[in-house]
């Protein structure tokens, strides 16, 4: 991903987590160190592909957020919910639970 997670671009990226889900794709890293914004219509795609993955046994992980994105996670409690990681290396690693 790159540029900003908004109105425009969330269409997109929710038919992308439906088709990775689908063909059985359920442990999603969503690199966003080229990410610039993300707004409410970003965390309600975000919050989306969370329960998409979790009913097919999978989960979502974020790699390289920056500073707006992580406020943003911190002011909605989503921080306390999805795993963050610095990078997508770290992210990959094995799903423990």
Same mark, same amino acid.
């Given at each position: 991903? #790159? $540029?900003?997670?908004? *109105? ?6 929710? /038919? +992308?987590?439906?088709?990775? @889900? ?18 409410? #219509? $970003?965390?309600?795609? *975000? ?6 993955? /979790? +009913?097919?046994?999978?989960? @979502? ?37």
């Amino acid at each position: 991903m #790159s $540029g900003e997670i908004d *109105l425009a671009t969330v269409p997109l990226l929710r /038919e +992308a987590v439906d088709e990775l @889900v689908t063909a059985g794709r359920a442990h999603l890293v969503w690199n966003l160190q080229a990410v610039s914004f993300m707004d409410s #219509s $970003g965390l309600g795609v *975000l919050v989306y592909a969370m329960r998409s993955t /979790e +009913a097919a046994k999978g989960c @979502v992980r974020l790699a390289g957020a920056g500073q707006q994105i992580r406020q943003l996670l911190e002011l909605t409690g989503l921080d306390t919910v999805i795993e963050q990681y610095p990078d997508v290396p770290s992210a990959t690693g094995p799903v423990t639970a």
